[in-house]
């Protein structure tokens, strides 16, 4: 993993968090402009994963090797399910499900990051 594009991805999920709060705060749905963030944060996950994967696939080693891939794959999950539900429930509600979602996201990558600088057992 690239830990700046990690970082980054964290960040990014935080901020879509903290606009999604606000706009529940102010009972308002989610926007177009929420809505391509969380897009464009999906796609940064989903090059996230395909690197670490690759990575892991081309001879990295890591202690919890398992746990890693479960995590790169899951951590596509959560901010999908959250654009979907604030696809279809067009009040507040659908803000804060992309905020707790996007919040879920953050903490699995940081996680992500967590399992990646773990050295293997002989390493």
């Known amino acids: 993993m690239i830990d700046a594009y ?3 991805l964290v960040g990014a999920g935080l901020a879509l968090a903290l606009w999604t709060g606000i706009w529940t705060v102010l ?3 989610v926007n177009a ?4 963030g969380a897009l464009l944060l999906e796609a940064a996950l989903a ?6 994967l690759v ?8 202690a919890e090797p398992v746990t890693f891939v479960a995590y ?3 951590v596509l999950a959560p901010l999908a399910l959250g654009i979907y539900l604030a ?12 905020c707790f979602t996007a919040i879920v996201v953050a903490v699995m990558t940081l996680r992500l990051q967590q ?7 002989g390493v």
């Open 33 to 36: 402009g929420q809505m391509i």
């Open 27 to 29: 009972r308002r749905p």
């Open 72 to 74: 790169s794959i899951g």
């Open 87 to 98: 696809r279809i429930e067009r009040t507040r509600w659908g803000s804060l499900a992309m």
């Open 6 to 8: 990690a970082y980054a």
């Open 47 to 52: 090059v996230q994963s395909g690197i670490a």
């Open 115 to 121: 399992l990646w600088r773990m050295e293997a057992p």
């Open 55 to 62: 990575r892991l696939i081309l001879g990295q080693k890591i």
